[in-house]
């Protein structure tokens, strides 16, 4: 079926007006025009959209172009599922969505390693088969390209999936993976790497230990690499592997303009249990955790702010982490205490001297409902809404008391403001991420 504009629609419920109103002979040759125009409208239509996956900066030359592009690229989920129902938040399809995840037999096949390597020897069969977006999809999307940092350790198709849910021809995207991690999974994602001139594997890995720098200085080796690239990228956001994006690249695009160059990020006053996270020196050796001696207090007496590990930073700001005395002497401070990750980025989001930070006035407090970057529902903190509760129960599982998201939480996460929402796992709730993936596609075309 051919779309056509709506001028041309009032155009043709005006011709079978008149028909009706004609007589025989004049009916005939009121249809032989009629017929004469759809076919050169037809005609039209096809030659007007020729499909380019090749080029960067392709354009939609009609409505027509678009859909064509879209039916081509869509990324349908399992069609035991409504996931219109379960986005608008339907009860009997979120339920059907839910049991269905429960029924082993209707259970996918998770991707392997192997199974990327053999996929990737012909990238352009791998990129035509995975259904990537290869071309821009508007000029303000085109001028105002975004850096990542991934850092990632297992789950090569949840990685995959992610990398496809965000590229972009124009962004750029450096994936950190652990030391730690099998040799076969490392080749797996620099085998998927190399299908795309903007996708590259940091130059230096560190094995990354949980609650110790090492997760830091993941997220710094690819914020280096992301500076010595080619691309002019305005702001920097930060992943791992149990992410998903909430927004499209275009809405991404939209609300960093609106930053008008200020970073976002979590950054508050720190509870009081937390201080001895960075007062007292860490060890972190075989998985266990040693506390030492008192620190001195930061430099500067900087004061101390909390937050998380994922952020939305100026290229400014990036650039500062490295050539700024105070920055570098803070990191240095910083980098034997427990946790850094989730106060590091927003103490010096609030030094006066960082491009894009915040005074250091409670009144510029932020939390992380109320940052850009990542939405988490936290499983102390979940109730019921109406009695004051900041969201409502998980309907997937939890794990460390972070909630990986159900069907059942879709609806709520299209409605938050966020870029990102963690956690996802295909073998917790492979529904949840099918719909998202679904609708972003969807929006991504079409608004």
């Known amino acids: 079926m051919f779309l056509l504009p709506i001028k041309l629609w009032t155009m043709l419920i005006k011709f079978h007006r008149r028909l009706l109103r004609q007589n025989s002979k004049q009916c005939l040759a009121f249809g032989s025009t009629l017929f004469f125009f759809l076919t050169i409208v037809m005609m039209y239509n096809s030659m007007d959209c020729n499909l380019d996956y090749n080029n960067p900066n392709n354009e939609f030359k009609s409505e027509y172009c678009r859909n064509l592009y879209y039916q081509d690229l869509n990324l349908l989920a399992s069609e035991r599922i409504d996931c219109s129902g379960v986005i608008s938040g339907d009860p009997d399809e979120v339920r059907k969505a839910l049991t269905d995840n429960l029924i082993v037999a209707n259970r996918r096949t998770i991707a392997t390693e192997a199974d990327y390597l053999d996929i990737t020897k012909d990238c352009t069969n791998f990129k035509r088969i995975r259904k990537y977006v290869t071309f821009s999809l508007s ?63 940091s130059s230096k890995r560190e094995s990354v230990v949980y609650a110790s720098w090492s997760r830091v200085q993941a997220d710094l080796y690819c914020m280096e690499d992301l500076l010595n690239s080619t691309v002019d990228w305005k702001y920097l956001l930060n992943t791992c592997g149990t992410d998903f994006p909430l927004k499209t690249n275009a809405e ?143 309907t997937g599982r939890h794990r460390r008391d972070v909630c990986i998201y159900g069907a059942g939480d879709l609806h709520w996460l299209v409605q938050q403001h966020h870029f990102f929402a963690n956690k996802f796992n295909p073998r917790v709730d492979d529904n949840a991420i099918q719909c998202l993936e679904e609708y972003l596609r969807n929006k991504l075309f079409h608004g």
């Not at 965000?166 to 995207?173: A, E, K, L």
């Not at 930053?259 to 006053?269: A, D």
């Not at 989001?349 to 988490?376: C, F, W």
């Open 252 to 394: 991404i695009v939209q609300a960093l303009k609106l930053l008008n160059g200020k970073n976002n990020m979590e950054s508050e006053k720190p509870p009081l249990y937390k201080k001895i996270r960075w007062e007292y020196h860490y060890e972190f050796k075989d998985n266990n955790v040693q506390i030492g001696m008192l620190k001195k207090p930061p430099p500067l007496n900087i004061p101390i702010f909390s937050g998380n590990a994922y952020v939305v930073l100026t290229r400014d700001f990036v650039k500062s982490l490295f050539d700024n005395p105070i920055a570098k002497e803070f990191l240095e401070w910083a980098n034997d205490t427990y946790s850094p990750d989730e106060y590091v980025w927003a103490t010096l989001q609030r030094v006066p001297e960082m491009p894009g930070s915040l005074p250091s006035h409670i009144k510029y407090d932020t939390s992380d409902l109320n940052a850009l970057a990542r939405l988490v529902k936290w499983g102390s903190l979940e109730g019921n809404m109406k009695r004051g509760a900041p969201y409502s129960m998980c």
């Open 139 to 201: 000029d303000e999307e085109r001028n105002y390209p975004i850096a990542y940092s991934m850092v990632i350790h297992n789950d090569i198709e949840m990685f995959e999936r992610l990398l496809r849910s965000i590229y972009m021809p124009q962004n750029v995207y450096c994936i950190h993976v652990d030391l730690k991690s099998p040799e076969t999974f490392f080749a797996a994602v620099k085998a998927i790497s190399s299908c795309f001139p903007n996708v590259f594997v």
